[in-house]
T-cell receptor, first 112, second 115 residues
């Protein structure tokens, strides 16, 4: 049973436009969320986090939005750059320090 | 200097063999993990070690055994390898204390192919 879902296996966006990656979760106990980026043949690298006390967190071109009632979060990348082309994983945990459950990932392609 | 390093990066072996993958972190983290990324690309937790104590074992076959000589190292030993063990194995570490964002730091992965 997938507790963290990323229903779009892939996404293509033009350079300079906005990329929106979505993540849904089923466990209402999840209250801490992370986004990771992964290039081929490398390990995932941390991008941005959000806890359930917030509904938005920004870091440069990356913004994560959390809608707790819908059990949905999204990662916005503005403007998208070709170097952003990678697989993006959403991860959730029940609270800080607990283990993370990962989604299956979305492959983002940013076209020049 | 690599924060989380694991070796080997690639491993090709025959069914029935025993193999080990090593992992070291130089971040001073208190918890280390092994994740398996299967053919469907899901990252699934296998083990975690906190201060040299195993605190999770997520229904992994007992052919897999983590060994931690100290809190900077968590090695993965696999006995009697099977075809289904072919995957990419990621080591990760984090601090579980209330500092930073508590994110996992991953190694580059070890791709195991069982023939």
């Amino acid at each position: 049973d997938q507790q963290v879902k990323q229903n779009s296996p892939s996404l293509s966006v033009q350079e300079g436009r906005i990329s929106i990656l979505n993540c849904d979760y089923t466990n209402s106990m999840f209250d801490y969320f992370l986004w990771y980026k992964k290039y081929p043949a490398e390990g995932p690298t941390f991008l941005i986090s959000i806890s359930s006390i917030k509904d938005k967190n920004e870091d440069g071109r990356f913004t994560v939005f959390l809608n707790k009632s819908a059990k949905h979060l999204s990662l916005h990348i503005v403007p998208s750059q070709p170097g952003d082309s990678a697989v993006y994983f959403c991860a959730a945990s029940k609270n800080y320090g607990q283990n993370f459950v990962f989604g299956p990932g979305t492959r983002l392609s940013v076209l020049p | 200097d690599t924060a989380v390093s694991q070796t080997p990066k690639y491993l090709v072996t025959q069914m029935g063999n025993d193999k080990s993958i090593k992992c070291e972190q130089n971040l001073g983290h208190d918890t280390m993990y092994w994740y398996k990324q299967d053919s469907k690309k899901f990252l699934k937790i296998m083990f975690s070690y906190n201060n040299k104590e195993l605190i999770i074992n997520e229904t992994v076959p007992n052919r897999f055994s983590p060994k931690s000589p100290d809190k900077a190292h968590l090695n993965l030993h696999i006995n009697s390898l099977e075809l289904g063990d072919s995957a990419v194995y990621f080591c990760a570490s984090r601090t579980t204390h209330w500092e930073g964002t508590g994110e996992l730091f991953f190694g580059e992965g070890s791709r195991l192919t069982v023939l």
